[in-house]
């Protein structure tokens, strides 16, 4: 037995992305989005975020996983299965824009694609999962962007409202938990993602991206009065990828850089979706950086009257910054700008492992906005060997996830108010950074690999039945 105590009904589950697993790309007349045209494999990060990328599929070159992903827009109701086998109280999941409306500017929604997450929302209900749903999530329709230049257009504003708003009617009996963008903050270090566009050069990309930003924020706040307005009692949250900063020694310069650092990257979303408002320190930082934001009137009194009710975040690293350093020092592994901290390990991907990082990111976050949290994404990406007798004894996966529960715990002693968890990738699947299915999160292994081979056969890790048993004693029994 441990000594911590999660709150009675917290949401402990797991947490997926449509683009990255349902496979199906052209099926039930889903349109093409941002994810189907992005290459499997290392080089996926490197090539779509090249300045003149054209967003188009290149087959002899390139292969494309997400357009098969692990089959689950026709194998949901087995995985849901399984969820529900470990206990699962909350699914997090996200809907694909472009099944929806598959170009982006429809006036009228596509019947097949609203009822194919109908029958899995019945689904996870049926097994008494609260869904979590995540409105854009790196799937943005491809039409989209090409006709309209993602974010940086205002006009996907209105596109915006009405997806989300057709979403809201139609789940309005079955949804209470919802996401506005996922990683919103990650477009600052990569737009194309979140933004949906690739800046043409570096001296524009942080002013493209801010603007592009902005017309996030007002499209969320939107979709909040939305939500309220059709859904009593529903909640909505934004989401961060969120990264402590840490400072490499006690120099005052390199404290203060990881300091701006900090409110740069992990402050200026959540200050407008949270307050309501930006954050002092940005006009400074919009000066001394060029940026100009071009604001409609009634804008500001939007963000401001319409805030999300809580806070959701993924969880991966810890940060740490020095004002000067060189190539040798950064830290290659890791997906935003650091240099290597001798104190931590890393993965398979050199992603830095650090739990202490989770307990001061939830205390950070709750003492600047003392709304509810919630950790949606969390888990360790790594290789997982298939022993003779089918086994997969994934200790380094269960080693990862208790130590980061045990530091949610402390928090929550800390005087947190954490609503839920839903590990990152509960079940194997396309990797968002890389492409590949090598990189496995899953506590259910799924016989896909890098090569598209596989039989798709779904089969229990370790970490399955040790999470069962997290979920049925409330996090007592790690």
Known sequence: MTKYQFPEGFLWGGATAANQLEGGYLEGNKGMNLADVMPGGKVRLKLIMTPGFDFEIDKEKYTYPNHDGIDFYHRYKEDIALFAEMGFKAYRMSIAWSRIFPKGDELEPNEEGLAFYERVFDECLKHGIEPVVTISHYEMPLYLIKEYGGWRSREVIGFFERYATTLFNRYKNKVKYWLTFNEINGATHM???GLGFSPATEDVRLQESFQGLHHQFVASSLAVKACHEIIPGSQIGCMLIYAPVYSVDCNPENVLYALQEAQIFNNICGDVQVRGEYPAFSKRYFKENGISINMQEGDL??????????????????????????EEEKSAGNIMAGVKNPFLKASDWGWEIDPTGLRIALNELYDR??????????????????EEDGSINDDYRINYLREHIEAMGEAIEDGVDLMGYTSWGCIDLVSASTGELSKRYGFIYVDKHDDGSGTLERSKKK???????????NGQEL
Do not use: C, H
Request: proline share 5%; aromatic share 22%; charged share 20%.
């Open 191 to 193: 737009p194309i993602f």
């Open 463 to 473: 970490s399955f039945y040790w999470y069962k048993n997290v979920i049925a004693t």
């Open 301 to 326: 009194e939007t963000i401001k009257q319409y805030p999300v009710d809580f806070i959701s975040f993924s969880y991966y690293m810890s940060r740490t910054e020095k004002k000067v350093k060189t």
């Open 369 to 386: 906005y003392r709304v509810p949290l919630f950790i949606v994404e969390n888990g360790l990406g790594a290789y997982d060997k298939v």
